[in-house]
């Protein structure tokens, strides 16, 4: 599912900072096309690019019959909209339920907006919207405390994910796996991200082992070596990978990060651009406050949340079941809504937690590649301030 923080990151970040550069000077309009819209491949194997947002309005018909009222129902559409183009991380999951659903209940086109998302083109939603390409882009807690110190000027302006949604993962059966230090001198299946190789370590020592392992990165065949046996664990997000493997007969296990001590992190969120903040900081306030009707909404009616991004997205989403059981896992687990009710919450010290955790293995480095001697003040690359409060 979303993995593009991973293998390509360091690629992606050079040429976010190249994309960057050129664009410096240039004073466009809210409307800049993509530079492609080939989507990739779904974990299902679909290569269609997903149906444009903006066209379907009609709520969903609830479990059972019914129609659920949406938050956005009883106020008509602005008589102007302004463009906002949503740059999406991969091909359209739950991790994009919320906008899907904002979308279809005229949340929207009420704060005179007209969404365009941009599906996954084999870029880095954080170049892309660095470079002014996109006003609002799909990334992740990671991407964010890697990119802000390298000198991409993106700003996290609201939590997708409240929390951990990874975790390690080996096949069920395998009995002698009962812990992660019984994962020293196995293989490990990952992506190529730089901070798979030090979470991994850490949660192993903390459970007494080594933290030695042999490393094969395949990317989205991960899944595959491990249910195969040719390697023994990974690293899912638990729900979409992991729901999918259980309907796929290929239960897994898992040990979940927070058990050895692993800082919580907000595993994806959103971003826009230093200068959106600065220069447009009304319409991130009004894209924000739309947004967060539609997630509050598919926290409280997550199968007909699910509903929504199916409709939207039938050639991309072809198992039901996988997106209406992700959707309700989501919700059920409180990974929507943070402390104070609402989508979107960031908390500078949860962020600040687990960015130093990156800080302290070594990974963090400047525009120049070189590694950081002192940590930043994370709280930068932030902003709480955008959403309602």
Known sequence: MTRTFRGRWFVGLLAALALVAAACGDDDDDTVASSDTTAAPAAGGDTTAPAAAGGETTAPAAAGGGIAAGPCADTPAATELTTVKLQLDWT?????????????LGCYAQAGIELEILPYSGGNADEIVASGQ?????????????????GVPIVGVAAILQK???????????????????LDGLTYAG???????????????????????????????????????????TIPFTLWEGIEATLNNEPV?????????????????????????????????????ASQK?????????????????????????????????????????????????????DPAIFSGYSQFLFEAGIISDADGNPLDAAP?????INTTLLPA
Do not use: C
């Open 134 to 150: 996109a006003d609002f882009g799909v990334s992740f807690h990671n991407s964010i405390s890697l990119a802000g110190p390298a």
């Open 164 to 182: 951990t949604a990874e975790a390690i993962a080996v096949k069920a059966d395998r009995d002698e796996i009962a812990s992660p230090k019984d």
């Open 377 to 381: 003040d994370w709280t930068q690359y």
């Open 294 to 346: 539609g997630w509050d909404y598919a926290a409280a009616n997550p199968q007909e949340a699910g509903q929504i991004l199916l409709d939207a997205n039938p050639s991309e989403l072809t198992n039901t079941e996988l997106v209406l059981q992700s959707a309700q896992a989501m919700a059920d687990g409180g990974y929507l809504l943070g402390p104070g009710g609402h989508w979107g919450e960031i």
């Open 92 to 104: 359209p999951n739950t991790n994009h339920t919320g906008f899907f659903v904002a979308d279809a």
């Open 191 to 233: 992506f190529g991200g730089p901070q798979e190789v030090p979470v991994l370590t850490a949660i192993i020592q903390a459970d007494g082992g080594e933290g030695e392992f042999e490393v094969v990165t395949l990317n989205t065949s991960a899944y595959e070596a491990v249910y195969n046996g040719d390697a023994d664990f």
């Open 253 to 289: 296990k898992y040990f979940e990060y927070s058990d050895y001590g692993l800082p919580n992190q907000y595993s994806v969120m959103l971003v826009t651009s230093q200068d959106n903040i600065a220069g447009k900081a009304d319409l991130v306030k009004s894209f924000l406050a």
